[in-house]
Structures are given as C-alpha cells and as structure tokens.
C-alpha cells in the first residue's frame, strides 16, 4: 500500500458519499485500478499533478452535484495547486480510467469526461475536513 502503509485519505460528502483520496503516485494506481469500482466516479485536477480521488457510488443513486463539488474542493486541497482560487477539476466513470504502460504508476488516460469548474470556497473545504474518516476502507 502507498504512503508507508497507510491506505487514501477518506471522508464523506455531504450527501454521506465516500470520497477517498490518493496519497501518492503508487496509491494512485492502487486507488484507480484495485479499490474503485467501475461505476465509482474518478476525479484529477485538470492539467496538474495531484491525487486520483474516488467517489464510492452506489448502484442505485446517482451522485449528486453537491458531492461532486465536496470532492472537486479535495482534489484540488490535496494537490500541488492548494491555494488556489480556481481551478478545473476532470471527472468521469472509473471504467473510462486506463493505466498508461511504460509512464510510471497513477499516469492515465481517460475519455468521456466531464469538467467541474471550481472557485475554491474555505467555508466548504473546512466543513469536508471535518468529515474525515479514520476507518480503514475495505
């Protein structure tokens, strides 16, 4: 497991949908390709490294767009551009996520996505911060 034996950061959205996030470039892959499952939503930040981020998705719901801000604002947190006011943030279904051979773990390609504007809101991201689990994830 990535980051010296410690699993993905994991919180809840405020819809209680698991978001994990990726540590590092190996819990990437990990994250991406042995714990998210296919109709699970991926997400990167746009044109930056930074960590894959999984939001669970359960069969019969659909994620809401609350969610997928909660876990855009995350994404970008934990990215090299934290700080930021704005930023774009990449989603799509995890099976529409391919490791790139030859370019090194958590390099991907990725297709039928979609683009989540984000301005960077403090009041939001504190609120998801307070939301982090502890419990190892299955």
Known sequence: M???GRGPRRFLSCNAFEILVARDRQQNHE???TTARGNDVWMHLLGCEGPHVIIRKPREKDVPPETL???AH???YYS???GTDYAEVIW???KHVQPIRGAGPGTVRYAKESRLAV???EKRL?????RQESIPTT
């Open 2 to 4: 990535g980051a010296l």
């Open 31 to 33: 994250l991406t390709f």
């Open 69 to 71: 801000m909660d876990a």
């Open 74 to 76: 995350l994404t970008i």
């Open 80 to 82: 090299k551009r934290r």
């Open 92 to 94: 799509t279904q995890r």
């Open 119 to 121: 301005h960077f809101d």
């Open 126 to 130: 504190r609120t998801i911060l307070a």
